[in-house]
Nanobody, 126 residues
Framework: QVQLVESGGGLVQAGDSLRLSCLAS????????MGWFRQAPGKEREFVAA????????RYADSVKGRFTVSRDNAKNTVYLQMNSLKPEDTAVYSC???????????????????WGQGTQVTVSS
């Protein structure tokens, strides 16, 4: 059974940084691309960032490009999301997910992901 557990969320001020972690188990982690999504109150879940199985390729939403960095440590079965220069509009529940296809691509659509974590709250005050 695949499990994804996020951590690292919290309450910060605009301009601060946070690093989210997502620990995976139950699957050969190093064979699957991973993604981060977020959902703000009253809004649909949206793509934030993705990283390929080896960690050499990444993809970002335009809204976070240049501020967020996704990375992974396959030895630790963990994917990270470093968030810098946080803005109030970054406030959301952040979830990690794993692409369903082994050695899959950098996907932005939710339908391409099969397992999800429970999410971690990030709140940015102005």
């Amino acid at each position: 059974q695949v499990q994804l557990v996020e951590s690292g969320g919290g309450l910060v001020q605009a301009g601060d940084s946070l690093r989210l972690s997502c620990l995976a188990s139950g699957r050969t982690f190093s064979s699957y691309a991973m993604g981060w999504f977020r959902q703000a109150p009253g809004k649909e879940r949206e793509f934030v960032a993705a990283i390929n199985w080896g960690g050499g390729s990444t993809r970002y939403a335009d809204s976070v490009k240049g501020r967020f960095t996704v990375s992974r440590d396959n030895a630790k079965n963990t994917v990270y999301l470093q968030m810098n220069s946080l803005k109030p509009e970054d406030t959301a529940v952040y979830s990690c997910a794993t692409v369903w296809r082994r050695f899959g691509n950098l996907e932005t659509k939710e339908s391409e992901y099969d397992y999800w974590g429970q999410g971690t709250q990030v709140t940015v005050s102005s």
